[in-house]
RNA sequence: GCGAACGUAGCUCAGUUGGUUAGAGCGUCGGAUUGUGGCUCCGAAGGUCGGUGGUUCGAAUCCACCCGUUCGUACCA
């Protein structure tokens, strides 16, 4: 019953952050992830699901030195008091799935999995609360062999759903790097893990904030439009000199591919110390040995001594083996190595990989968008071993299915097609339902959807109106007439349409039925599937 | 979380220095037209002016707080 009483009406709203999708989204979405899927599949990782909860400490998600979960993610406690959560991604899962059936499982452990995942932060557009990610993750593999594959099926998944070569790039950089020059700076120490956090989160923000932006926020810190003021790393001089040396060093440009070469799009240049460093392209195999060693000298001119740094060395090395795992691919346009991606702070133990659309669009509202990244990941080596047991070397990545959505939809690509609506079998007669029954029951054996008018019968119009809205393809139409001659008037509402493109006056178009034939009642099936395909080959 | 802007019908918006009964366009619904979509015409429904409290003879309008949206920033495990 509908409430009269105004004042206590429930009122129809949902929680912020959360989102109901209609038929053009979930039709549009499927069809991505079933892109997706299909190059998960042709690399030879199976399907693997795990439920939407787990037990909060699953997901390592409680906050230090307390026992309630951390903020950020939902949580409830279960009847015998242990705290539940809802998963924000799908690698804990994945971990904790492994590690529970771990002699089960055929090593190297390929899989992937899709789903919904949860995160309690503060939503905005194109941010939400609940949104799909599909993961792909290879567990049991120590080689970084299996990293690039991570970062060239990456590139992959990218294409499979319509975006084109050029319109992304897949950037690749190595923890170990990032930490090896940190500890060669001196924040090495687990009593700096909090200086480290706040120096990987400044280069993070490169993009947004650039070059001066980053470096105030090694040093003491920045203020920005609003006038709020973001505390810095409060690095030296050169220990700063140290961190940004990574985003200037020319050496990685000795990794970069030839500007000129056309089809990669790459970020702003950025000036520094008489270097102008034009995009962090990777092409060919690179001799790792020169740039480390370049590398060094470059640190050692701002007097930093790094030459016994066993990460860093590493660190190069693996990246250099991933250059020429994917050159020889021949992904070396779609993948490169950028120094500055970052990844998450916490499980990433070494390679990490981030895919980022370069094209920039406009909104409904006009206003230009730039969207980013859309899917990241990394090596994990420890996540499995954090339920007893030795580390499982894991590495996997995630794409962001909604905002990869968002994207296309702006590109156009997305639910362009709209899915035709079902042939509409009008009511002449409402004596004769079961008769129109019967038509739509044989339509719909034919492979063709269907359905009977369930409105008001009375106004005939209102049913032509109804089929028009439904983006019928046609309609089905039997008064007493057609049904004593053994016929059916079958209406085309696109060629009608286009017909009747001329004609104003109301009297005419009603008494012209444009688009509308006939044909015996047993040919039916025939001249709609015939009209059918006269649409689909418009 | 911090800062700012905004909040009037389903949508987009008007609403005078605080002054009768808050308007328009689009959309919705009904009718002209119960055997034919669009166009046109006629009519109707739809508002606690985001909420609460305050100032005032009087508040959509001024003030405070709250909620929501947007932008920036932080956080994003």
Redo the contacts with the bound molecule.
């Keep these: 019953m509908a409430s009269k009483d105004?004042?206590n009406r429930l009122k129809a709203r949902l929680p912020?952050?959360f989102a109901d999708r209609d038929a053009a989204d979930i039709r549009a979405i499927d069809k991505m992830m079933e892109a997706i899927r299909a190059v998960y599949d042709r690399y030879g990782f199976d399907p693997a699901e795990t439920p939407f909860i787990e037990y909060t400490d699953a997901?390592?998600?409680f906050l230090p030195d307390q026992d309630r979960p951390?903020e950020?993610?939902f949580s409830f406690q279960d009847d015998d008091e242990q705290w539940l959560s809802l998963r924000?991604d799908l690698t804990a899962p994945l971990a904790r799935q492994v590690a529970e059936n771990f002699q089960d499982l055929v090593k190297p452990y390929r899989s992937y999995r899709a789903g919904w995942v949860f995160?309690?932060?503060?939503?905005?557009?194109g941010?939400f609360r609940q949104f799909l990610q599909f993961d792909a993750d290879t567990v049991g593999a120590a080689s970084v062999a299996a990293d690039a594959e991570m970062a060239m099926m990456m590139a992959d998944v990218v294409e499979a759903v319509g975006i084109e070569r050029g319109d992304y790039v897949i950037r690749v950089n190595n923890r170990k790097v990032l930490d090896g020059v940190m500890e060669a700076i001196g924040i090495g120490g687990p009593e700096h893990l909090h200086t480290r956090?706040?120096v990987l989160?400044a280069i993070d923000?490169l993009d947004?904030?650039g070059v001066e932006g980053v470096r105030l926020?090694l040093g003491k810190g920045?203020k920005?439009?609003?006038?709020?003021f973001?505390p810095g790393a409060g690095l030296s001089q050169k220990q700063i000199s140290g961190v940004m040396a990574l985003l200037e060093f020319e050496a990685f440009a000795f990794f970069a591919r030839d500007a000129d070469d056309g089809g990669v799009v790459r970020r702003e240049p950025i000036q520094a110390a008489g270097v102008d460093h034009t995009g962090q392209i990777y092409t060919k195999p690179p001799d790792p040995n020169a740039a480390m060693l370049g590398f060094l000298g470059y640190l050692k001119d701002r007097g930093i001594d790094a030459s016994n740094n066993d990460s860093l060395n590493t660190g190069f090395s693996e990246l250099n083996e991933i250059a020429s795992l994917i050159a020889s691919a021949g992904y070396e346009r779609r993948v490169v190595i950028d120094p500055s991606v970052v990844r998450?702070?916490?499980?990433y133990t070494g390679p990490v990989f981030e895919a980022d659309l370069t094209f920039e669009t406009v909104n409904e509202k006009g206003q230009k968008v730039v969207f980013g990244s859309v899917g990241g990941g990394g090596r994990y080596d420890g996540l499995v071993g954090r339920f007893g047991g030795v580390d499982v070397p894991a590495t996997g990545f995630s794409i962001g299915v909604s905002r990869l959505a968002a994207a296309l939809k702006n590109l156009g690509k997305l639910g362009d097609e709209a899915e035709a609506g079902p042939v509409v079998v009008t009511v002449?007669d409402r004596e004769r339902i079961a008769d129109y029954q019967k038509l739509a029951t044989t339509l719909r054996e034919a492979g063709i959807r269907a359905e009977l008018y369930l409105g008001n019968p009375?106004?005939?119009?209102?049913q032509?109106?109804y089929?028009?809205r439904r983006d019928a393809p046609c309609v089905v139409?039997q008064?007493?007439?057609?049904r004593d001659r053994g016929v059916v008037?079958i209406?085309?509402?696109?060629?009608?349409?286009k017909k009747?493109a001329a004609?104003?006056?109301?009297v005419e178009?009603?008494?012209e039925?444009?688009?509308?034939f006939e044909v015996p009642e047993r040919e039916m099936v025939q001249a709609v599937s015939d009209l059918l395909k006269r649409q689909a080959g418009a």
């Design positions: 105004k004042k912020r952050g997901l390592g998600k951390n950020g993610v924000y995160r309690n932060e503060k939503p905005g557009p941010r956090l706040v989160r923000k947004r904030l926020l920045r920005d439009e609003s006038g709020d973001t998450g702070l916490e499980y002449m009375k106004n005939f119009g209102k032509m109106q089929a028009d139409i008064g007493s007439d057609e008037q209406k085309d509402l696109v060629e009608g349409k009747a004609i104003a006056d109301n178009w009603r008494e039925r444009p688009g509308q």
